[in-house]
């Protein structure tokens, strides 16, 4: 069988499958060249999912007579002046998507540039990769794109396509991308003259806020966190959520490599590790990080797609990464997501009464009857109200006159019940406790109620790992060694650990073969039950193997050794027990969740609680 050179239609169809996996990425590679162009707007309007028309119109540098004609052939671009493919600094560089597209479509260009003296804009159709004579055609600046009949010359392709309803999501999401990527550009798209969204152009340092907070809307100010780091080889910005503002999925973290919208592992992992102190297994943050850095060191040019990326320095850049995050959750401090607070008085709403609301019978008049489980109790010198009484006794109408009296009666406070003088701390004043569990606090706005249990476990964590980060972890030896009992495989588990465990204060050593003798705790732990404790630990081991870190593995000991030791839900606390426990939340880092990731404290303000009462 002879060789023989590919026709350029061919080499073009051939290309489309690599660039062309859909509609959206059409208009992916049409709008990044309007970017490129420097167009300050970009419209775009589809039909039929850009199965029929994918319109493309922009303000940007326009194309000159000649280059129009050279554009939609393979390999011609403007985007390489040097030829050098390690210094990429536009989009589309390889100049394979308008060839591409043009010849599996009807694609019409209309172009005038900015400076040129021609009175008129030029014209440039092809038809299935087939250019005709360039035309004159009216347009003031710019350039128009119109993208008919897509795939009609590969008509396999639109058979892998999906639902209009999808494709159009996939098309709103490389948009979505793109207006992310770069706010300082108005951006419109229309569906079948159905306006999708139209973002205006935002400029200046609040300029990526002000994008963000327009695709996001999900209370983008009081759940997002900023997120800058500035290295000599990367800089970093973007936004993060409170690691109380979390997701099922992934699908709401976006990474951009110089404004390149990326999938990247590396990331994603950085992302993962720099919360796992934070947040519970199996949930996610969202998040919007901007990565800038020289071209020269990542490879954008792996996949036509250009949605993957190679690294130079993977480590430094994870690295980056992970401090940029953990600093931002710093800056954080003890703050809770404000959905909290929403779902908080979402579920307040009574919606139960007035639909078991009955009627007195021979009657038009309605009346509510108490719960048959009342979930408050009354005073024990007063009878019970009953469920549902037609006529009251004597002694139950006496009580009642006595329980709705004119004047409240008066209770004696103890002196030391509530300190108004610490109202003004974030957390507020102590005011009680609820099932010796949740502590009540009075703020100069509002309210905050606290899981006590959560909040000390918390605090407790972050104490020890201070104490070892700054190697003053504080240790006591115990005046008789505690032997436990382990099997002879987990002893040697232990043991090849034991150095990692003398770093947070744990010593031990084998005690024969089937036991080890343990002989110093963190003084944190002074009242621990350490055979409990060696067997927490044996279990984290079991669960995490040998892949992971030994500073994770620390850290994760840790949180358990603060769950195990902390104050229990069930306990009676006082109110000056209370308002310590509130000064240290305050006094440490990451006060807001526990260290599994759960909130430690919901916050109502003065207008919501009054939402409550429909007061105004």
Known sequence: MSIKILSNTTVNRIAAGEVLERPASAVKELVENSI?????????????????????????????????????????TSKLPAEDINQIEFFGFRGEALP?????????ITSRQQDAQDEFAWNLEIIGGAKQELSPAPLSLGTKIEVRDL????????????????????????????????????????????????LKAHVGEKALYNRLNDLVKKD??????????????????????????????SVEQYFFINKRPVRDKLLSMAVKIAYQDFIPSGRYPLVYL????????????????????????????????????????????????????????????????????????????????????????????NASMQSSPSVFTAEQKSDMKQIFAPTAPVMQAEPNDFDKNQIDFPLGSACGQIHDTYILAQTKDGMILVDQHAAHERIFYE????????????????????????????????????????????????????????????????????????????????????????????????????????????????????????????????????????PTYIRLSLKDINKLFERT
Do not use: W
Request: with cysteine.
């Open 290 to 381: 901007f990565l800038d850095m020289d071209p020269a060191l990542v490879d954008v040019n792996v996949h036509p797609s250009k949605l993957e990326v190679r690294f130079k320095d993977a480590a430094l850049v994870r690295s980056i990464v992970i401090s940029a995050i953990k600093q931002s959750i710093r800056n954080i401090g003890q703050k809770a997501s404000n959905h909290l607070s929403n779902a908080t008085i979402n579920s307040f709403i009574p919606n139960v009464i007035a639909q078991t609301i009955p009627r007195l019978e021979g009657s038009g008049q309605q009346y509510t009857p108490m719960p048959s489980k009342p979930s408050f109790t009354m005073p024990k010198n």
């Open 100 to 108: 591409s597209i043009a010849s599996v479509s009807r694609m019409n």
């Open 36 to 76: 490129d162009a420097r167009a300050s707007k970009v419209d775009v309007i589809i039909e039929n999912a850009g199965r029929n028309l994918i319109t493309i119109i922009d303000n940007g540098l326009g194309m000159h007579k000649d280059d129009l004609s050279l554009c939609v052939e393979r390999h011609a």
């Open 463 to 598: 104490r020890l790992k201070k104490q070892i980060n700054t190697k003053e972890i504080q240790t006591q030896r115990l005046f008789i060694p505690e032997i436990v009992e382990l099997p002879e495989h987990v002893i040697e588990q232990l043991m090849q650990e034991k150095q990692g465990f003398a770093k947070m204060g744990l010593y031990f050593d084998s005690f024969g073969g089937s036991a080890i003798s343990v002989s110093e705790l963190p003084a944190l732990l002074k009242c621990a039950d350490v055979k409990k404790m060696i067997l927490d630990i044996v279990d984290d081991l079991n669960e995490y193997g040998q892949q992971v870190s030994l500073e994770k593995k620390i850290n994760h000991f840790l949180a358990t050794f603060a769950c195990h030791h902390s104050i229990r839900s069930g306990r009676s606390l006082s109110i000056k027990e209370m308002n310590i426990l509130l000064r240290d939340m305050e006094a440490h880092e990451h006060t807001g969740q526990c260290n599994h990731g759960r």
């Open 220 to 249: 983008f100010k009081e759940n997002f966190s900023y997120v800058e780091l500035n290295d000599h080889e990367c800089k970093i910005n973007g936004y993060i959520s409170l690691p109380t503002f979390n997701a099922g999925t």
């Open 151 to 198: 795939f009609f010359a590969t008509p396999a392709r639109l058979k892998f396509l999906k639902t209009e309803k999808t494709e159009i999501n996939y098309i709103k999401d490389i948009m979505t991308k793109i207006a992310m990527a770069n706010p300082e550009v108005a951006l419109s798209l229309t569906s079948d003259g159905k306006e999708l969204f139209n």
